[in-house]
């Protein structure tokens, strides 16, 4: 009787806690799509809104990391629910890092917006941050369904977002070589895409987490070997 | 009797955890500082260390975050002892991604290694990079002796490395300028200065985690206030 009393705590507080996670990745899903949208529309408004909205999203993830504290000390899970619990704390780290990206974007709307718009790259962006949207809404799904295969197809489709980053990445540098220009306002670009593509791999983190608390195994990944920018040579025309 | 034998067998765990910790601070320490000098020394060899060690660290950190899920599950520590296993793990995770940052800055060496090195810019990212790896030694001091003032002491000095960062990014937005042939190899340089201001940032992260251990307190902070790469519009030349 005690046994199941203390289970069925346990089980009501982490409710609890899966709760203020939904509703964080909630918030930063929106974050992700603001971020983008007001590069692209240049509306200073919104950015402002994304940046001061990441202080909520910060306060979830306080707020989450002592619940989870909180209902180890208090119910003294066992194994597998201790582990289900720093999974949580885990997954909110990642949101949390997400939420900071997306702010990162949003600051550098307003330097944008006074600059002449390079050909193409703020629609291109808009899409990558649309697609590391519905991966996060997926992973968090996979998490909630404690559906493997989601999340597996979460994390290949981090690939896609890779290869977006690596095809503006080039873009940028041509742009930047065509007219000096361009300069400031590609490096500015530039960093909004690698911040989107950085998002992806949080969103995969996500994703390996979740595959980690059902399974048991750590998906065998290198994250960062489809950002070819750092190894591809092909890259460096002034190299030869 | 039997409290004192649970409370020595939690100190038992803990100190090998620690161990582990400061095992992975050296060997992040070390990967900062060679990550650095391999760009600057062109040497491919050490960068290629840098490389194959991060595999190291991080199997730290997936050891340190199951022993500490081990010690929590075993020992159900009290309140204030559950804090300090949190904090372990924390403290672990930022050492992670620092690592990554240094493996990253490692795989930009082979490509720069190619160009025509960018006047000063080698060396000015290494003064950057033995700042951070000081700071690290110093959080980590801080840690164990747990002494704040050395904490704070550690999230001063961020300022001077995001004011490093902030004139190299004026630097490299300069020699873009002046003369196109200079831009790719300037990309990758940004992106070893931005990464090393990242890892300034969880190092600063540690030292907030010393301080919550110690005092309860979390710092007030907003840790990305001093890059003004994102706000100065003075960055922004052809802004008017």
Do not use: W
Request: charged share 30%.
């Amino acid at each position: 009787m005690t046994d199941q009393h203390i289970a069925s705590a346990f089980d009501r507080d982490l409710e609890g806690i899966q709760a203020k996670i939904m509703k964080m990745g909630g918030l930063v899903e929106a974050a992700i799509l603001d971020a983008a949208q007001s590069l692209e529309t240049r509306d200073e408004e919104l950015a402002e809104k994304v940046r001061v909205g990441d202080k909520a999203i910060d306060e979830l993830e306080e707020m989450i990391n002592e619940d989870a504290a909180r209902l180890i000390a208090l119910r003294a899970p066992t194994a597998g629910d201790l582990r289900l619990v720093l999974t949580v704390m885990k997954i909110s780290a990642n949101l949390e890092r997400i939420g900071d990206y997306a702010k990162n974007m949003a600051k550098r709307t307003s330097i944008l917006a006074n600059m002449s718009p390079i050909n193409g790259s703020q629609a291109a962006l808009r899409r990558m941050a649309r697609e590391v949207n519905e991966m996060l809404k997926d992973a968090l799904d996979s998490y909630i369904q404690r559906d493997v295969t989601k999340a597996q197809d979460v994390i290949h489709r981090d690939a896609d977002v890779d290869q977006m980053y690596n095809a503006l990445f080039r873009e940028f540098l041509t742009f930047m070589m065509e007219d000096p220009r361009n300069i400031t306002a590609c490096m500015h670009l530039h960093f909004m895409a690698k911040n989107t593509e950085r998002m992806g791999d949080h969103v995969t983190s996500i994703a390996e987490q979740v595959i980690y608390l059902v399974t048991g195994d750590t998906p065998e990944e290198d994250r960062t070997k489809q950002d070819k920018t750092s190894t591809d040579t092909s890259l460096s025309p002034q190299a030869s």
